[in-house]
């Protein structure tokens, strides 16, 4: 199996990043690519990694465990993009960069615990529910405030710990990418407020996939999650 396309892939988006971010006034340092890699085998993460991706997004924590062990000698980071079971919070907590989808007290309180009792920092986003979808995880834009108060107040920094970076966001699949910005304004939106109501820097956005990235980073985004346009369809069914 030969992922030459892969390179090519990534060097068309990364253009299509840097011209988002021109066309947006943006300094595209500010944006980072996360290479979505779910489904995909290690090889292709490999091959990603070779043309210049830094950062994978993983949605699966059996997935991403087996894939971090199997490819432990690269130089990058692994971001969890999924929902979280709190069965699988012990599991995850310490192996991911960020946790993208942290989306009530419970899950956020067994992550915070495991994370001390490994005296590491875990970095996390809240996911927000902003087209108010039944079948979608994340909190509804109105409990926000309350669960980001909630979790703040379980931060204890010296002692390792979550630490709430922002805000995720998973909207409707629309086909025009232009309707769903109004999505994408909400979440930056919801950041503004939340950095004032709590006093402080809250300093990512995770928003825009391969459909919609260009309108995401023209909202604010400053990690997009882009699986499809770089590794191509994703087999239907998830043998882990
Ligand atoms: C799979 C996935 C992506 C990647 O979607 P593409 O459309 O393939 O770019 C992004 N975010 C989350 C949360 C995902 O589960």
Redesign the pocket.
């Known amino acids: 199996m030969s992922y030459d396309y892969i390179a090519d892939n990534v060097a068309r988006i990364r253009q299509e990043l840097d011209a988002a971010c021109h066309a947006a006034g943006r300094d595209p340092a500010g944006v980072a690519l ?1 290479a ?1 890699s ?1 489904f995909h085998p290690a090889a292709a993460v490999a091959a990603a990694a070779a043309a210049g991706c830094t950062v994978f ?1 993983e ?1 699966y924590v059996q997935e991403c465990l087996e894939k971090q062990a199997a490819l432990a000698h690269l130089p990058v980071q692994w971001h969890f ?2 929902h979280i079971q709190s069965r699988k919070a012990r599991e995850l907590a310490g192996r991911a960069a960020l946790i ?2 942290v989306d009530s007290l419970k899950v956020a309180t067994l992550l915070h615990k495991h994370a001390q009792e490994q005296c590491t920092v875990q970095p996390i986003l809240l996911q927000v529910n902003v087209g108010c979808e039944a079948q979608k995880h994340g909190v509804p834009p109105e409990n926000l405030e309350a669960l980001a108060r909630q979790v703040v107040q379980l931060e204890a920094p010296s002692h390792g710990g979550i630490r709430l970076d922002g805000l ?1 966001c ?1 909207p409707p699949w629309l086909e025009d990418p232009e309707a769903v910005r109004p999505f994408f304004a909400q979440l930056a939106t919801l950041r503004d407020r939340l950095q004032q109501t709590l006093g402080r820097h809250l300093p990512h956005l ?1 928003m825009g ?3 919609d ?1 260009m309108q995401a980073v023209a909202e604010g985004a400053t990690l997009v ?7 191509g369809e ?1 087999p239907c069914t998830h043998a882990a």
């Open positions: 996360v979505v779910k997004g949605s993009i999924g993208h989808a995720m998973l995770s996939m391969s459909h990235f999650r882009i699986g499809t346009a770089i590794f994703r």
